[in-house]
C-alpha cells in the first residue's frame, strides 16, 4: 500500500466551496475506489472505477464527483451540495479479484 | 446488495488472553473475506484474507475462520499483546463485482 498516495494530509472547506482530494498510485491497479469515515463508524463507499473512464456510485455518491482520465489518478471532489463533508477520507485500489489497499487518507474540515 | 455485520463494536481482553471477532454476510455469491486493522489516524491495513474455497486460514497468531453455509467469517487472535489494540474491519467482496462491503469495525483494547 505504499504506492498509493493521497494529498493533501489535512484540507479545510469553507462554506460553499469545492475543494478536491488528490488520489494516485503507481501499483498498475486496475480498480479505484473512494470511502468515507467518520469517527467510531465504519467505511463507507462514495464511488468506485473498475477502469479508466468509467467509475459508479457507491453508498453516498450525492454531493461528490470523481473523474478517472489517468489509471493512475482517482480525483475526488466534494462540492457545496454535500452538506456535512467533515470526515476521513480514504482512497483503494485493487487488481481485479484481489484485495485493495488503502493511501494514508485525507482529513477534511469545515471552517 | 451486500450487507455486512460486525460484532462485537468493542471488546477488552486481558494481554496473553484470546480476542474473536464474527462478521456475518447476506450475499451468498461473496467469495472473498478480507480482515483489517486500522490505527488511530492511519490507513486500514490488510492483516489476513480468506477465499470462499478455504474453511481456514492462519498467520502467526491470527487466524481466519469461514462457514459459508452460515455465512459468518471470524477473525481468532491469540496471545494477544498490547500493539494488537486498534480497530479491525471485516469485509466481503461478491464474485459479480468489485465492490468491497465492511463491517461497522470492532475496537479493541488488550489491557497489559
Known amino acids: 500500500d505504499g504506492g498509493i498516495t493521497q494529498s493533501p494530509k489535512y484540507l479545510f472547506r469553507k462554506e460553499g466551496q469545492n475543494v478536491t482530494l488528490s488520489c494516485e498510485q503507481n501499483?498498475?491497479?486496475?480498480?479505484m475506489y473512494w470511502y468515507r469515515q467518520d469517527p467510531g463508524q465504519g467505511l463507507r463507499l462514495i464511488y468506485y472505477s473498475q477502469i479508466v473512464n468509467d467509475f459508479q456510485k457507491g453508498d453516498i455518491a450525492e454531493g461528490y464527483s470523481v473523474s478517472r482520465e489517468k489509471k493512475e489518478s482517482f480525483p475526488l471532489t466534494v462540492t457545496s451540495a454535500q452538506k456535512n463533508p467533515t470526515a476521513f477520507y480514504l482512497c483503494a485500489s485493487s487488481i481485479s479479484s484481489a484485495t485493495q489497499y488503502f493511501g494514508p487518507g485525507t482529513r477534511l474540515l469545515v471552517l | 446488495g451486500e450487507n455486512v455485520e460486525q460484532h462485537p463494536s468493542t471488546l477488552s481482553v486481558q494481554e496473553g488472553d484470546s480476542a474473536v471477532i464474527k462478521c456475518t454476510y447476506s450475499d451468498s455469491a461473496s467469495n472473498y473475506f478480507p480482515w483489517y486493522k486500522q490505527e488511530l489516524g492511519k490507513r486500514p491495513q490488510l492483516i489476513i484474507d480468506?477465499?470462499?474455497?478455504?474453511g481456514e486460514k492462519k498467520d502467526q497468531r491470527i487466524a481466519v475462520t469461514l462457514n459459508k453455509t452460515a455465512k459468518h467469517f471470524s477473525l481468532h487472535i491469540t496471545e494477544t499483546q498490547p500493539e494488537d489494540s486498534a480497530v479491525y474491519f471485516c469485509a466481503a467482496r461478491s464474485n459479480t463485482g468489485n465492490q468491497f462491503y465492511f463491517g461497522t469495525g470492532t475496537s479493541l483494547t488488550v489491557i497489559p
Open positions: 480468506i477465499r470462499s474455497n478455504v
Open positions: 501499483l498498475n491497479h486496475d480498480a
